[in-house]
């Protein structure tokens, strides 16, 4: 707990917690980060994307079992997205570091997951799966900067990104601890729950273009005002979400251009993301929305534009490893509730090559990305209890 306080200091923004992918605040928290896990007799190293991996050989030809999360934020974030789940798989390895085990031990902080600087998730978890396309490192963050630049004023080397891939072959599976992000264990009165699945998602950029106008000129009826649209939009998206049971929208960014207070907006950009445990109803409502989008911008004589698109499928658990992860938390107390992830982690993109498990920990008043963000300490300590018996009972 006391080293969630001091990664909460690593931060592009004084007073709040803001650390962005390859920033200053990201290289103080890989040197801040680094002695912990050599402490813990961890070999550490960052691979090409910025990955932070603290390793402990296995005996000769035993597979490794990784553990850990993400340690990028968003803006004004709390202290535990992440974090935590980096800091319970070290503890972990301190727990272990003079016991002898049947497999190795990598712990991994992800250097990106949120999406935020260059409007792209899950970059570090796709380099370690082999799932990064070269052709993101184009792609520019709000100061131009490109994401191969970024990567080499880090002191790295983008082409040397094929070599942060594991070899399925030596990976015996991937454990994610995470706080919840939600109120479910705390309504149930549970400290941890065992995730089953994560919800699907689908994230898109958009725009209305209409055409920019004096405020004070131009007539009401001969305007072509974007925001109009994507403020109507935004109403759609929010009446289809409270209308379909278990779905998840919301848009959360906006960009107004002009953005001037007497020109009427001549073009708006919006992001949308959308979400459900059923890739169906995921989908379809996305049509659904994005056919209200197309008649908005008919009838206001805009035009409406798919910038971007992505979807994440649902992704189950795997069974053994999350069977391993039930038995091991039942016993050190009350079988734990089993639970869906409404929100995406690194376990996702993971999942598309390795075995991977979930373990949640209860997280009072259910507030993430947000600096009220909390958890509490015996339910952290209840977690490093049940993956320190997980580890010693795997076999290779």
């Not at 390859?22 to 994307?49: C, E, I, K, N, Y």
């Not at 002009?258 to 459900?276: I, K």
Request: hydrophobic letters at 40%.
């Amino acid at each position: 707990m006391q080293r969630c306080d001091t990664l909460a200091l690593c931060t592009d923004e004084p007073g709040r917690v803001t650390r962005l992918f390859l920033s200053p605040a990201m290289r103080q928290a890989h040197a801040t980060l680094t002695p912990w896990f050599q402490s813990a007799g961890l070999t550490v190293h960052t691979d090409a994307l910025g990955n932070l991996i603290g390793r402990r050989p296995g005996p000769p030809e035993a597979k490794r079992l990784l553990i850990g999360s993400h340690i990028d934020s968003v803006p004004n974030a709390g202290k535990y997205d992440g974090v935590l789940g980096v800091l319970i798989g070290l503890a972990v390895a301190e727990a272990l570091e003079h016991e002898p085990l049947a497999i190795g031990l990598d712990i991994l902080a992800f250097s990106e997951e949120e999406g935020v600087r260059f409007a792209k998730p899950y970059l570090g978890s796709r380099a370690i799966a082999s799932t990064f396309d070269s052709a993101w490192l184009a792609r520019t963050d709000e100061a131009g900067v490109t994401l191969s630049q970024a990567i080499e004023d880090f002191g790295l080397d983008p082409t040397q990104l094929p070599a942060s891939a594991y070899d399925s072959l030596e990976v015996l599976g991937y454990i994610e601890p995470h706080i919840e992000q939600g109120p479910l264990l705390e309504s149930r009165g549970e400290s941890l729950g065992v995730v089953t699945s994560i919800i699907g998602q689908s994230r898109l950029r958009l725009s209305f273009r209409g055409r920019a106008a004096h405020a004070g000129t131009t007539p009401m009826d001969s305007r072509q005002d974007a925001l109009v649209a994507a403020a109507t939009f935004i109403t759609a998206v929010r009446r289809t979400a409270s209308e379909t049971p278990d779905l998840r929208a919301t848009v959360g960014r906006v960009e107004v251009t002009p953005n001037a207070p007497n020109v009427v907006p001549a073009l708006v950009e919006l992001s949308l993301d959308v979400r459900h445990a059923e890739d169906e109803i995921r989908e379809q409502s996305i049509v659904n929305l994005l056919d209200e989008a197309y008649h908005l911008a008919q009838r206001e004589g805009l035009a409406f534009t798919v910038l971007e698109r992505s979807s994440q499928s649902s992704v189950k658990m795997d069974p053994a490893l999350t069977a391993q992860l039930h038995s091991a938390a039942s016993h050190h107390g009350a079988p734990p509730l089993s639970m869906v992830s409404g929100a995406g982690h690194d376990a996702v993109i993971l999942s598309e090559r390795f075995p991977v498990a979930m373990l949640f920990l209860r997280h009072p008043g259910g507030v993430s990305h947000h600096p009220d963000e909390t958890v509490e300490e015996a339910d952290v300590a209840a977690a490093i209890e049940v993956l320190t018996k997980f580890v010693r009972s795997l076999r290779p």
